[in-house]
């Protein structure tokens, strides 16, 4: 079946460091969503993709769709203590015919003040 | 206000005794899903429904159930909860092609 990892698991960085988390299907996506998860929070969505080789920002958060539409990044230029989190990836509920959706296992950043 | 809504926030109960967690949105979405989420292991979808009366298996479907009678409304249901079932549950709802939003997620113990 599809498959979608994350790397990496991991990360901790001083505050103003960038940081990098890398997504990866076994299968092509029609679509992929990024979402954000404070400690003790819910997942928040941040973003969809949908066009190969796309790129979106958002303030200093960059993402970005492969050309095959098999892997996406999120970047992050210059972390701030409020970038504290895990991100997931996720092909979104309308990139199948099934509605079954595999998540990413997530990247978990720690930002040092 | 948009929200998805989910009760209990968080419950301890025992083995074998038999639990519902509601879940209900009020933005009219057809896709409703719920995921529970253990360390190291991420999201993995439990059950998931594109519309009303219809619902299917995801990733980790086994002791659970679902029913969607109505289009707001999709509860979890554990028949009889044993303790490798404790885990923070999530439900979330969505348009058929757009973002998914969560509830504020529930924190089941099973002791």
């Known amino acids: 079946g599809q498959q979608v990892m994350q790397i990496p698991q991991y990360q901790h960085v001083q505050e103003g460091e960038d940081f990098t988390t890398y997504c990866n299907s076994s299968?092509?996506?029609?679509?992929i969503q990024w979402y954000k998860q404070r400690p003790g929070g819910h997942p928040v969505f941040l973003i969809q993709?949908?066009?190969?080789?796309e790129v979106k920002k958002q303030k200093r958060l960059t993402f970005q769709f492969g050309e095959a539409k098999k892997n996406s990044s999120l970047h992050i230029t210059a972390t701030q203590t409020t970038d504290v989190g895990t991100y997931f990836c996720?092909?979104?509920?309308?990139?199948?015919?099934?509605?079954?959706?595999?998540f990413g296992q997530g990247t978990t950043l720690q930002v040092k003040p | 206000e948009a929200q998805v809504t989910q009760n209990p926030r968080y419950l301890i109960t025992v083995t074998g005794k038999k639990l519902t967690v509601t879940c209900s949105q009020n933005m009219n979405h057809e896709y409703m899903s719920w995921y529970r989420q253990d360390p190291g292991l991420g999201l993995r979808q439990i059950y998931y429904?594109?519309?009303?009366?219809?619902?299917d298996k995801g990733d980790v479907p086994e002791g659970y159930k679902v029913s969607r009678k109505e289009k707001r409304n999709f509860p979890l249901i554990l028949e009889s909860p044993s303790p490798n079932q404790t885990s923070l549950y999530f439900c979330?709802?969505?348009?058929?092609?757009?973002?998914?939003?969560f509830g504020d997620g529930t924190r089941l113990s099973i002791l």
């Open positions: 993709l949908v066009k190969s080789g």
């Open positions: 996720a092909p979104g509920p309308g990139s199948s015919n099934t509605g079954k959706l595999i």
């Open positions: 299968t092509t996506l029609s679509n």
């Open positions: 979330a709802s969505s348009p058929r092609k757009g973002p998914q939003h």
């Open positions: 429904s594109m519309n009303v009366e219809v619902t």
